[in-house]
């Protein structure tokens, strides 16, 4: 979800994967204001496609066709990093970032499985209506007003093949794959998500917000990756 009409996802995600410079997850795209946007991006060897609401909205090429780490450098969500600043202002939530790269059909699969059915009172409008059947639906509150802190991953397994990291960020910056890439936030807010529950997303001020993941060996991507997140 972006807060402002403007170019603004070519910072969300920049990471530890390095060359000799660093490779920037995203192109420059404009988010519709103030409403929940499904966005995903894919690279696979020296293409990287960028998708909005499961829609595809951009292919580049990418000159660099490996990506590997360079030491145990941290990667960043919502920031280039924590001192160069490029901080990305508005909501982010159910970040999952695969070692592999999607098919447009598992990008549409995904988005309209983590779609809402209906907007939440007091939340932008605008989003698609519906969910497709076979599908677990969300939670609309939860019933002690607390988050929950270990959700269960109801995706189909295909969508759980390569999964690295997953952030739903209810309460914390955990990672919900089983792989421990936790994060730790700095000057993040939990805010209610697209879904009306409520510490479920974290609102980056543009100006100091960001979440950190210590290197792991599951992010040393050679020629693939996608990262998804609303």
Do not use: M
């Not at 990418?62 to 990093?81: D, H, Q, R, V």
């Not at 988050?147 to 910056?173: D, E």
């Not at 543009?206 to 040393?220: A, K, L």
Request: with cysteine.
């Amino acid at each position: 979800e972006a807060q402002n009409n403007v170019t603004s996802s070519s910072f969300v995600f920049v990471n530890t994967l390095l060359l000799s410079n660093s490779f920037w997850a995203g192109v420059i795209t404009e988010f519709a204001t103030n409403q929940w946007n499904h966005y995903s991006i894919t690279k696979n060897n020296t293409i990287v496609s960028s998708y909005l609401n499961g829609n595809l909205i951009s292919t580049e090429f990418e000159p660099y066709p490996a990506i590997k780490t360079n030491g145990n450098l941290p990667f960043f969500i919502g920031a280039a990093s924590a001192t160069e600043g490029y901080y990305f202002n508005g909501l982010l939530d159910d970040i999952f970032i695969y070692n592999r790269t999607l098919s447009a059909s598992e990008v549409i699969e995904l988005y309209n499985f983590d779609a809402p059915t209906s907007q939440p009172t007091g939340q932008p409008t605008g989003l698609p209506t519906g969910q497709p059947s076979g599908f677990p639906t969300h939670p609309t509150s939860q019933p002690t007003g607390q988050p929950s802190s270990q959700p269960t991953l109801h995706l189909p397994n295909p969508l759980k093949n390569a999964l690295v990291a997953y952030y739903p960020f209810n309460g914390n910056a955990h990672d919900h794959s089983g792989h421990g890439n936790n994060g730790v936030v700095h000057s993040v807010t939990l805010v209610t998500d697209r879904f009306g529950s409520k510490s479920s997303a974290y609102s980056f001020n543009g100006d100091t917000s960001y979440v950190e993941v210590v290197d792991g060996t599951q992010f040393d991507f050679t020629h693939s990756f996608s990262i998804v997140c609303w």
